[in-house]
């Protein structure tokens, strides 16, 4: 080779180093490195795996202390795959502890999402040498069967646990409910009703939901079904959830249906609707104060944000403690795929009480963050009538607002439009707040700058409709690295939301439009876990 042909050969080799180079860097502007990721978005107080994909949680129960919480997770990758069973534990709600995975793939299919039970009794007769069995049922999902579009490729399958959950067996005669036919015929939730001494469980078939009963959870009766031209229909009914509720202050019982879909949720994808009546052991028939005011609004939901999905409730709650303990998944079919985390992917809410009330618009579920939160919190702003003028706007520089609670009341809602704002100083902006002219609660990712990744992530602004027409309102936000958690007129309203800002956020600001504003109160708490 002569000089000039080196010459050139060198100055080709450096343009392709420097083109690499560039190729790199722009790659480590768009996908932080690994611990940059884990510094930036691994969640501070949020159960989230260590990694790889999550969605549903599954199987929760309580038993001898710990919380167990299982859920769909593909171990090998950080995208939706083959679903196994992962599994965390905890003793308080708040710090998890990721385990083993519990349920894997067998020559059957996919483990799908499902449920679990204490069988105190042994009417499994699963139980051995006193040892009282744990017993979890979840849907087969056959990819071959699917693949050649047939209609039998989900069943329902059985495994238990003679070690609080730790290790599981799979029942030798699974499936136990074999597919009739239906599309989509998945997430069975079962639970033992003290009323009529028996099994029940519901499931999803596409558009309704089934009702089932046992007395030996491995022998199942179809009972009825419900939902057919009820509540929002613009998706895949899926992940189920049926129990009693004592309606608080009154006394009154009734049953309460938790049924997600995909799609159709109110701001756009997956969301989870309610239903509130009665049953009488078989059927479950809508209240007819509850079907008004369902007619009016289409569909009442657990959860008005982009992010909270397929949410269910614990088994075994003692009833010395007898709250309905609720988590859900905290992301949104539409762009859950390709958030911008690469380690692992997706994080679940965080655990709420849920109560019924009966007002002027019905029965309704309230909804507030769990009362174990408040043992990991310390306050560090307290501020008594904070007032701004018109078009003004009122600022607090908060180093722990990837942290943090912060409670709000205001007693005469005599603005138009209370905005809150987190910001950093990369030019990330989140806001958040209350529209008076639109009678509504908003939520606005659109100035957030990691935002791209998804046209459905940030294509329009989330809203709700307040409920309420007090004077008064007041708010609880849950604020971690990558979420806000907003609970509005004492859970009346929630939205959840997911973000991913290039710093965390380190100013809180408020501002008031077209009218003066008064805030009775404003409480910044930082969340340390003890």
């Not at 009417?123 to 009282?132: A, D, K, L, V």
């Not at 701001?267 to 052991?281: A, E, I, K, L, P």
């Not at 109560?355 to 507030?368: D, F, M, R, T």
């Not at 030019?427 to 609660?441: C, E, H, I, P, V």
Request: one cysteine or more; aromatic letters at 14%.
């Amino acid at each position: 080779m002569n000089s000039m042909a080196k010459k050139i050969l060198q100055l080709v080799l450096l343009l392709i180093f420097l083109g690499c180079k560039n190729v790199s860097d722009n790659a480590a502007k768009d996908h932080p490195t690994s611990n940059q990721e884990e510094l930036l978005y691994r969640p501070n107080f949020h159960f989230t795996p260590q990694k790889n994909w999550m969605n549903d949680p599954n199987g929760m129960f309580y038993h001898e202390g710990l919380y167990h919480l299982f859920f769909q997770h593909y171990p090998d990758k950080n995208v939706w795959g083959p679903m196994h069973w992962g599994h965390a534990v905890s003793d308080d709600l708040i710090k998890w502890t990721e385990k083993p995975i519990a349920l894997y793939p067998d020559e059957k299919g996919y483990i799908f999402s499902g449920s679990a039970v204490v069988d105190s009794a042994n009417t499994s007769g699963f139980g051995e040498n006193g040892r009282i069995p744990i017993v979890a049922m979840f849907t087969y999902h056959d990819p071959k069967g699917e693949k050649e579009q047939t209609l039998y490729y989900q069943t329902q399958g059985l495994a238990y646990s003679l070690d609080n959950g730790n290790t599981w067996t799979k029942y030798s005669q699974n499936p136990v409910i074999a597919n009739p036919g239906l599309r989509d015929f998945r997430d069975p939730k079962m639970f033992w009703s003290t009323e009529y001494k028996k099994w029940l469980m519901v499931l999803s078939a596409y558009d309704k939901t089934l009702f089932f009963e046992s007395n030996n959870l491995k022998e199942w009766k179809f009972l009825s079904e419900f939902g057919k031209g009820v509540g929002a229909h613009g998706g895949i009914w899926e992940c189920p959830d049926f129990f009693p509720m004592t309606v608080k202050g009154i006394g009154e019982k009734k049953w309460v249906l938790l049924q997600s879909l995909n799609e159709g949720a109110p701001n756009g994808g997956s969301g989870t609707q309610y239903f509130v009546g009665d049953f009488d052991g078989k059927t479950f028939k809508l209240d007819s104060i509850f079907s008004n005011s369902l007619t009016k609004e289409e569909a009442l939901w657990i959860d008005y944000g982009r992010d909270n999905y397929a949410g269910v409730t614990w088994s075994n709650i003692p009833s010395s403690d007898g709250r309905k303990l609720f988590i859900g998944w905290m992301s949104n079919w539409d762009y859950a795929k390709v958030v911008p985390t690469q380690g692992w992917r997706s994080t679940m809410t965080i655990p709420r009480e849920l109560a019924l009330v009966k007002n002027e618009n019905g029965y309704q579920i309230l909804s507030k963050p769990i009362r174990e939160l408040a043992a990991q919190t310390k306050l560090r702003h307290s501020y008594d009538r904070i007032k701004i003028e018109k078009n003004q706007h009122w600022s607090l520089d908060v180093n722990t607002l990837a942290r943090a609670k912060i409670d709000f009341t205001i007693d005469k809602r005599e603005n138009k439009l209370l905005r809150f704002i987190l910001s950093n100083n990369e030019g990330d902006t989140l806001s958040f707040g209350y529209d008076d002219f639109k009678k509504a609660f908003f939520v606005d990712r659109k100035k957030l700058i990691n935002h791209n990744f998804s046209k459905k992530y940030a294509d329009k602004i989330t809203t709700a409709t307040r409920k309420s027409d007090k004077n008064t309102l007041s708010g609880t936000i849950i604020l971690d690295k990558t979420s806000i958690e907003s609970f509005y007129d004492a859970g009346e309203t929630v939205l959840t939301e997911i973000f991913f800002p290039m710093k965390p956020f380190e100013r809180l600001t408020i501002t008031s439009e077209e009218h003066d504003l008064v805030l009775s109160s404003l409480d910044v708490y930082e969340i340390v876990l003890k």
